[in-house]
């Protein structure tokens, strides 16, 4: 089992990033509050819309919009587990999240690569997935394996099944993928039992865990409202990742991004926890800014590795597991 180095704690060595003191977090929390109880989520799913509504949150049925008073936030926050076990199939490879415990991933969701053998520029294919495990796999300083392709090759319909069935067999690492919609998450669910020797013992050593994104600015899809509910049920974890970007899907100051930022992914734990409480969930960032000349996400940016340092400290202010974009 691997427990990583710490990030941000007193201590006599490491490195740390902090943006904000205690009193501006805390500032930016009660922003985040007074977005969520007066401007609200839109919030795209009938069985969602019922649980915030039996919760005691403002349900709009014509707008879908939801606006949650602070006590629900906050119950959710608490609620939510501060530590995760995530398995490896190979147990050296077992991970733990908890408190500014740092830990490396590789990125994910490229859909072109450079052919290694003949140098061409191309859509990626199953095999891709399952070569890109493998090399995450080799890689020590890789902890856990995000699918870092897609296949192409494939019926988009059913494209999240054959990724996951090309990348379970080739790393020995907890692995994190986008399973589309919870009709897949469920599939591949029962894919990572049956490897893991049944369902009681996939829970007890999960070895995959899912991710889903709001849509900026300010919204729960139907899918992303599905996986956080079936992760909730499953027992398995749900990375709640916004990827807002600022001057385009969000306030064009980074501030303001991540008020919006904190807003979508509170409004995804609520969720979670109103499925069922101790849902396990991670606070999950690729937020950036957007090149106002090119319309594109500047991921690498100065701007990227600010915003996601302001966000794990967020995390950290609310005792949550944290997944961020790096700089």
């Known amino acids: 089992?691997?427990?990583?180095?710490?990030?941000?704690?007193?201590?006599?060595?490491?490195?740390?990033?902090?943006?904000?003191t205690r009193e501006e977090l805390d500032e930016i929390h009660f922003a985040t509050l007074e977005v969520l109880?007066?401007?609200?989520?839109?919030?795209?799913?009938?069985?969602?819309?019922?649980?915030?509504?039996?919760?005691?949150?403002?349900?709009d049925k014509k707008t879908r919009i939801v606006k949650m008073p602070p006590y629900i936030v906050e119950d959710a926050i608490r609620s939510a587990p501060s530590k995760l076990f995530l398995a490896g199939r190979n147990p050296k490879n077992d991970f733990i999240m908890e408190g500014n415990r740092v830990g490396f991933t590789n990125f994910g969701e490229g859909v072109f690569i450079i052919d290694p053998y003949t140098g061409e520029h191309r859509e990626t294919t199953k095999q891709d997935v399952a070569d890109s495990a493998k090399i995450c796999d080799y890689l020590s300083d890789i902890d856990v394996y995000e699918r870092a392709v897609g296949a192409s090759d494939v019926p988009m319909e059913t494209v999240q099944l054959h990724n996951a069935e090309a990348w379970f067999p080739n790393t020995s690492k907890h692995g994190f993928m986008g399973p589309g919609n919870a009709y897949l998450m469920q599939k591949i669910t029962q894919m990572a039992a049956a490897i893991a020797g049944g369902m009681d013992n996939l829970r007890?050593?999960?070895?995959?865990?899912?991710?889903?994104?709001?849509?900026?600015?300010?919204q729960l899809v139907p899918e992303t409202c599905e996986i956080i509910m079936e992760g909730a049920r499953s027992g398995m974890a749900v990375n709640v990742l916004s990827m807002a970007m600022a001057g385009g899907s969000s306030p064009v100051t980074?501030?303001?991004?991540?008020?919006?930022h904190n807003a979508e992914v509170l409004g995804g734990i609520v969720l979670s926890q109103l499925t069922r409480k101790g849902a396990k969930v991670i606070y999950g960032s690729s937020?950036?800014?957007?090149?106002?000349?090119?319309?594109?996400?500047?991921?690498?940016?100065?701007?990227?590795?600010v915003i996601n340092a302001a966000v794990a400290q967020m995390a950290t202010y609310y005792l949550l597991p944290s997944w961020v974009a790096g700089g």
């Not at 990583?4 to 201590?11: D, I, S, T, V």
Request: one cysteine or more; hydrophobic letters at 40%; aromatic letters at 4%.
């Open 1 to 20: 089992m691997r427990r990583n180095l710490h990030a941000g704690k007193p201590q006599s060595g490491g490195l740390s990033l902090n943006i904000f």
């Open 37 to 59: 109880e007066h401007t609200g989520l839109l919030i795209d799913s009938d069985e969602a819309l019922e649980a915030f509504h039996g919760a005691g949150a403002r349900v």
């Open 287 to 305: 937020t950036t800014a957007m090149d106002l000349r090119r319309a594109a996400a500047t991921v690498g940016s100065p701007e990227c590795a």
């Open 204 to 218: 007890e050593r999960p070895i995959v865990s899912f991710i889903t994104c709001p849509v900026s600015p300010l």
């Open 254 to 260: 980074l501030a303001g991004t991540l008020v919006d």
